[in-house]
């Protein structure tokens, strides 16, 4: 079945430091893959999404690329800040059927001034 | 616009009893999916209810039910309750029977004792 892999955190990174969150899937056909946030005490929120090989999802300063080849979608961030501290969720789906969402273990970032 | 609404937001039952959780979709939704994330990992896939009928059901036994009523609200039921059943619940609302849209509540948090 679809699953998905995260690199395991937490990450701890300074203010303005580069950020990469490694993602990595196993599916059949051409998912769509998602990032999603949830910060402390919250459900989840959509952060970016990719819908098709060689896209790029990007929000807030975050960016992911669609890596059919590879089967990967690391999402990046140039310059961290506090409030990014957070949980980032890896997901996927498949757009042409009727499937759940299916989710990484996520990745815990802190962020330090 | 309200955005997906869950109540309670936080619950504490004791082994064996039965409880309710509850679930407002966006407005403009239709389908509602359950999640169940345990402390540290990614949500897992419960059920989806769509035109008031369970769509898709995820890999949880039968003490594990829903319903969604004509307004598109829904409810998940866990009957004999078990301490593994201690998890963040969340709901996701979307349009039609996909999920690439999904919006997510902020989740109940049950704590079985």
Known sequence: GDSVTQMEGPVTLSEEAFLTINCTYTA?????????VQYPGEGLQLLLKAT???DKGSNKGFEATYRKETTSFHLEKGSVQVSDSAV?????THPSGNTPLVFGKGTRLSVIA | DAGVTQSPT????????????????????????WYQQALGQ?????????????RQRGNFPDRFSGHQ????????NVNALLLGDSALYLCASSWGDRSTEAFFGQGTRLTVV
């Open chain 2, 10 to 33: 936080h619950l504490i039952k004791t082994r064996g009893q039965q409880v309710t959780l509850r679930c407002s979709p966006k407005s403009g939704h239709d389908t509602v999916s």
């Open chain 1, 88 to 92: 980032y969720f890896c997901a996927l």
């Open chain 1, 52 to 54: 098709k090989a060689d």
């Open chain 2, 69 to 76: 009523f004509p307004n598109y609200s829904s409810e998940l």
């Open chain 1, 28 to 36: 059949t056909g051409y998912p769509s893959l998602f990032w999603y």
């Open chain 2, 42 to 54: 990614g949500p897992q896939f419960i059920f989806q209810y769509y035109e008031e009928e369970e």
